[in-house]
């Protein structure tokens, strides 16, 4: 519906919260991360985030790229993109470089668009060559 058609390369997944599980806290991985059951919690630092269709969380989340086919309730940053599958819910503000939103998903919050270069020059102006050093 809008933006181009992600490709929805999923990653090695290394973290799993399956159908049946409640996870309650935050979640902090360099790797992707898969939710199927309920995360009440924030999921930081993450390479790829993915909500499948039966999934939930209410909390944060900060990663690369993030794939929700299910609902999410909080605010959302990936440095390269966000995709909302048909039929997913997002209620929260999002920050990212590229979004999709698939025929039927619910957003309601705000939207922020900017590209990764512009976020790394902003932020080398709040810390000097620590982000340039890190790129």
């Known amino acids: ?25 935050t979640i902090k991985s360099k790797g992707s991360v898969r939710v199927d059951g309920r995360l009440e919690g924030n999921i930081i630092e993450a390479s790829q985030v ?10 944060d989340m900060t990663a690369h790229s993030v794939i929700i086919g ?5 605010n959302i940053t990936a440095l390269e993109s966000i995709e909302l599958q048909p039929g997913a819910q997002l209620l929260g503000d999002i920050h990212t470089s590229s979004l999709a939103i698939g025929e039927g998903a619910i957003f309601e919050g705000h939207c922020v668009m900017t590209s990764e ?19």
Do not use: A, W, Y
Not at 7 to 23: A, D, M, Q, R
Not at 70 to 74: A, D, L, N, R, S
């Open 50 to 59: 993915i909500v499948g269709i039966k999934g939930f969380v209410q909390g």
């Open 1 to 25: 519906m809008f933006g181009k058609k992600q490709s929805s390369t999923v990653k090695e997944v290394e973290t799993i919260i399956g159908e049946n599980t409640v996870f309650q806290g």
């Open 117 to 135: 270069k512009t976020k790394v020059i902003e932020l080398d102006k709040e810390m000097p060559g620590v982000i340039s050093r890190r790129m």
């Open 70 to 74: 299910g609902k999410v309730t909080g």
